[in-house]
């Protein structure tokens, strides 16, 4: 390699790898800032990049600034570990439900394939977020033996739709300051009530609606915590589980973290392979248990779906 294109890679190199610490660092100071929070999605990147990059400049240049690179990168995969080596709880019994959630883009998932996947996946309880009028009366659902409810709000050009097999009690709430949509429904695990949140809140790209997402969690909190059975959350949180927002929820209401002993599960961008993140979650009390979690097949939105499998803990 010659002196100049050598030099070129090493500054290359430590701009990256610069960059790379200092968002591995800012993303522990979401509280204070969106952006950072932002930046704590991405720990799955920072770790492995960090770590490539840190090998690359040992390799070609020295040890030093390699290891403080390489050391970031552990920090985040540190950050990542519960994701693969936490083990859910054993179930009691056999009974389950399975819930899928799928955020369809605004209608941009194609119905057909859509219906035709939820048929095969024997789901229990469908929610469809960014579902729109349109895209719903083009869903011929008792085909495959679905009901519908189809709640989208006036103000809104999309909302949450629910596809059931059995009868359940469907309850439209408006949370957060922006009043955004979420649906409450009651149904049983064999002979045990639940309540079933699904969530949508939108995306924190700017401070103001970073404080939407965040007012709409805040209420949430209060109405799981004065559930007096055991309660689901899922939806698109539009946070990954190391955003300072998610790490509040869960701790205000104690829920547990699904995706636990089930690996990444990154769930959008679609199109963009390398900067997929988890952001479609199911959170439980820990009266459950979750027996089996997939990450479902492009449909043409660009969030992928997500299948649970719920169950009794002992």
Same mark, same amino acid.
Request: a negative charge; proline letters at 5%; charged letters at 20%.
């Given at each position: 390699?010659?002196?100049?294109l050598?030099?070129?890679?090493?500054l290359?190199l430590?701009?990256a790898?610069?960059?790379?610490t200092l968002?591995?660092?800012?993303? *522990?100071?979401?509280?204070?800032?969106?952006?950072f929070? #932002?930046?704590a999605?991405?720990r799955?990147?920072?770790?492995?990049g960090?770590?490539?990059?840190?090998?690359?400049?040992?390799i070609? @240049?020295?040890?030093?600034?390699? *290891?403080i690179?390489i050391?970031?990168?552990?920090?985040?995969?540190?950050?990542?570990a519960?994701l693969y080596?936490? +083990?859910?709880?054993p179930?009691?019994g056999?009974e389950s439900?399975?819930?899928?959630? *799928?955020n369809?883009?605004a209608?941009?998932a194609?119905?057909?394939?859509?219906?035709?996947w939820?048929g095969e996946?024997?789901?229990?309880?469908?929610?469809l977020l960014?579902s729109?009028e349109?895209?719903?009366?083009a869903m011929?659902?008792? +085909?495959?033996?679905?009901?519908i409810?189809?709640?989208?709000?006036e103000?809104r050009?999309y909302?949450?739709?629910?596809?059931?097999r059995d009868?359940?009690?469907v309850e439209?709430?408006r #949370?957060?300051?922006?009043?955004?949509?979420v649906?409450?429904?009651?149904?049983t695990?064999g002979d045990?009530?639940?309540a079933?949140?699904?969530?949508?809140p939108?995306?924190p $790209?700017?401070?103001?609606k970073?404080e939407a997402?965040?007012?709409?969690?805040?209420?949430?909190?209060d109405l799981?915590m004065?559930e007096?059975?055991p309660?689901?959350?899922i939806?698109?949180f539009?946070a990954s589980?190391?955003?300072y927002a998610?790490r509040? @929820?869960?701790?205000?209401?104690e829920l547990?973290?699904?995706q636990?002993g089930y690996g990444?599960?990154?769930?959008?961008p679609t199109g963009f392979?390398v900067t997929l993140v988890p952001?479609?979650h199911?959170?439980h009390?820990?009266?459950?248990?979750t027996v089996?979690r997939?990450v479902?097949p $492009?449909l043409?939105?660009?969030?992928?779906?997500?299948?649970?499998?719920v169950?009794?803990?002992?």
């Amino acid at each position: 390699m010659g002196s100049g294109l050598r030099t070129f890679a090493g500054l290359g190199l430590l701009t990256a790898g610069f960059l790379g610490t200092l968002a591995t660092i800012l993303a *522990f100071f979401g509280s204070t800032s969106w952006f950072f929070d #932002l930046l704590a999605n991405f720990r799955f990147q920072l770790a492995l990049g960090l770590i490539v990059i840190g090998a690359l400049y040992l390799i070609g @240049f020295g040890r030093a600034v390699a *290891f403080i690179f390489i050391a970031m990168g552990v920090v985040n995969a540190f950050l990542i570990a519960p994701l693969y080596l936490d +083990d859910p709880a054993p179930a009691v019994g056999d009974e389950s439900i399975r819930i899928v959630s *799928f955020n369809v883009g605004a209608g941009r998932a194609d119905t057909t394939e859509l219906l035709t996947w939820v048929g095969e996946s024997e789901a229990d309880l469908v929610f469809l977020l960014e579902s729109t009028e349109d895209y719903v009366s083009a869903m011929p659902t008792a +085909d495959i033996g679905y009901s519908i409810s189809n709640e989208i709000p006036e103000d809104r050009h999309y909302g949450i739709s629910v596809l059931g097999r059995d009868a359940a009690n469907v309850e439209q709430l408006r #949370l957060g300051v922006t009043r955004d949509p979420v649906m409450r429904v009651e149904t049983t695990i064999g002979d045990q009530p639940i309540a079933v949140y699904a969530v949508h809140p939108r995306p924190p $790209d700017s401070e103001a609606k970073s404080e939407a997402r965040d007012s709409l969690f805040a209420e949430l909190a209060d109405l799981v915590m004065r559930e007096a059975v055991p309660v689901i959350v899922i939806g698109d949180f539009n946070a990954s589980p190391w955003s300072y927002a998610f790490r509040e @929820f869960t701790a205000d209401t104690e829920l547990l973290n699904s995706q636990n002993g089930y690996g990444l599960s990154a769930t959008w961008p679609t199109g963009f392979p390398v900067t997929l993140v988890p952001l479609d979650h199911m959170l439980h009390s820990d009266g459950l248990t979750t027996v089996d979690r997939q990450v479902g097949p $492009d449909l043409g939105s660009d969030h992928l779906p997500l299948t649970v499998d719920v169950s009794l803990a002992q």
